[in-house]
């Protein structure tokens, strides 16, 4: 099949190169020139594991191919993938600008019948707003070509793109015609060679399935992060609770991990366009804003345990932090709870040298100019002078550290952990103080 993808950023260049890699003719279009250049000089401008190796070898076989020239684009593809971000507006709400940008360019361009896939997270109704934008542009060139939009929206994690996509649990494809869900199944045919994962309903129930499947998820972080707190008030150990309810079937072991708050390019927004999207419908989702305001509350936790340890002037304080993606295996930084963490710190006297596998040229982009935040070559370099240390992001590199190098190194002796990494019985041990979220230290 030709497809083009509208949009080459985490989801667009992820779900293009996949679809190449199983024999399609791809074409992806970005606005941004600075992106396509890198991609066209063989390099990717993100970090997901095993996708630059695929990137090239799809360019090499010639079908995968890059470029801003939207008109290219819209003529190529007979598929036509919208892969553009859909960040909250000013009051939380997705902002559709760019989504109904694309649908307009669709319709400015196209001279043959096209199926155009929201893959973008957008809430229930842009279906009808992608058609109306393709529509009143070919009213404008006073032509008549048919079309179907679908709604596809995509569950793949950051950190195991390629996993998720090549082998996903659920295809989830909202259509309203049989010639546009007959081209969705042969697209997902070689996706879903060993069983069927095409889960096929009408447009708006696939809209809304994509912001139920993270509202939940969300929702499950802030309830073990509250009784993570609840927990140490009451002297119990999250841990154990942890696994004594993940052993029930009707509960599950996933999402249960409490930590210092989410993070990310979709929770948080997709939170809160829900709620949103509930409240211009006259309904209030009691549970979601208390999810959203409970991850609020989380994202200071380390910043309130650091505070009860050292004051809450913290001048002439020096932190060593390790972690500054939202979570391991991804350069995101969207919305990281590290974010707030380091804000927190400064606004209150102390300098952050920082330390993080991959996210440090996005952490420089974020924090560019800012006074006391400083990053270290090496997670133990980053320990020079501390007074203590800080873990936001569960990288697998922090997961055996050099316990004595770090009690020699940290002055105070004490780790403030954001993502319980480690058996408080072996950090008490190496002689090293330990605040973890919900956990016995004593
Ligand atoms: N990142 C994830 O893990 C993830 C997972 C599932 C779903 N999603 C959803 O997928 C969508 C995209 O997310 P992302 O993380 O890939 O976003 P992103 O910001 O990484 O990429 C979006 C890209 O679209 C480009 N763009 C914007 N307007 C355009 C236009 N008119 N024509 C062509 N290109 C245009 C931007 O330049 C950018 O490169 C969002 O709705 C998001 O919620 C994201």
């Keep these: 099949m030709k497809i083009t993808v509208i949009g080459t950023g985490y989801v667009g260049l992820v779900s293009g190169t996949c679809l190449a890699e199983v024999g399609n003719d791809v074409l992806c279009l970005d606005v941004d020139p600075a992106k396509i250049k890198i991609l066209e000089e063989g390099g990717i401008p993100i970090h997901e594991p095993g ?26 593809g007979d598929v036509q993938f919208i892969a553009v971000g859909t960040p909250p507006d000013e009051d939380g709400s ?36 992608v ?11 006073k032509v008549d070509i048919a079309f179907s939009v679908v709604s596809n929206p995509e569950f793949l994690k950051e950190g195991a793109a390629i996993e998720d996509f090549m082998r996903p649990d659920r295809i989830v494809i909202g259509v309203a015609d049989e010639a546009s869900q007959e081209v969705m199944r042969t697209l997902y045919a070689p996706f879903q060679r060993n069983h069927e994962r095409l889960v096929v309903m009408d ?27 609840l927990a140490e008030i009451l002297g119990a150990d999250i841990e154990h609770v942890r696994k004594g309810i993940g052993s029930d079937p009707r509960i599950g072991y996933d999402f249960l991990y409490p930590g210092c708050g989410y993070g990310g390019s979709c929770f948080p927004k997709d939170v809160k366009a829900l709620i949103k999207t509930g409240k211009a419908n006259h309904y209030d989702l009691k549970v979601l804003n208390a999810v959203e305001e409970a991850n609020d509350v989380q994202k200071h936790v380390l910043t309130q345990k650091i505070k009860n340890h050292f004051g809450s002037n913290l001048v002439g304080k020096h932190f060593a932090l390790w972690g500054l993606a939202f979570k391991p295996n991804t350069d995101d930084m969207r919305e990281a709870a590290s974010r707030v963490l380091i804000q927190d710190l400064l606004d209150a006297g102390a300098t952050v040298t920082a330390y993080d596998p991959v996210a440090m040229d996005e952490a420089s982009r974020i924090f560019k100019n800012t006074q006391g935040l400083s990053f270290a070559k090496t997670q133990n ?3 020079d002078d501390a007074d203590a240390l800080v873990i936001m992001t569960e990288w697998k590199e922090f997961r055996s550290p050099d316990f004595s190098e770090i009690k020699q190194k940290v002055k105070e002796k004490i780790i403030f952990d954001g993502r319980n990494m480690y058996d408080p019985k072996v950090v008490k041990n190496a002689g090293i103080e330990y605040r973890p979220i919900g956990r016995l230290t004593k």
Excluded: W
């Design 94 to 129: 997705a902002d559709l600008q760019y989504v109904v940008a694309a649908a307009r360019n669709i319709g400015k361009y196209m001279t043959n019948y096209k199926v155009v896939v929201d893959k973008s997270t957008v809430p229930v109704g842009t279906a009808d707003k």
């Design 131 to 141: 058609s109306a934008a393709i529509a009143e542009e070919l009213a404008s060139r």
């Design 51 to 76: 996708l630059l190796e695929m990137v090239r070898r799809n360019r090499e076989a010639g079908r995968l191919k890059f470029t801003t020239d939207i008109q290219q684009a819209v003529e190529f």
């Design 381 to 383: 370099l980053a320990l």
């Design 203 to 229: 447009v708006r129930s696939a809209e809304l399935t994509k912001y139920a499947a993270n509202a939940m998820l969300a929702t499950r972080i802030s309830f073990m992060n509250e009784l993570a707190n």
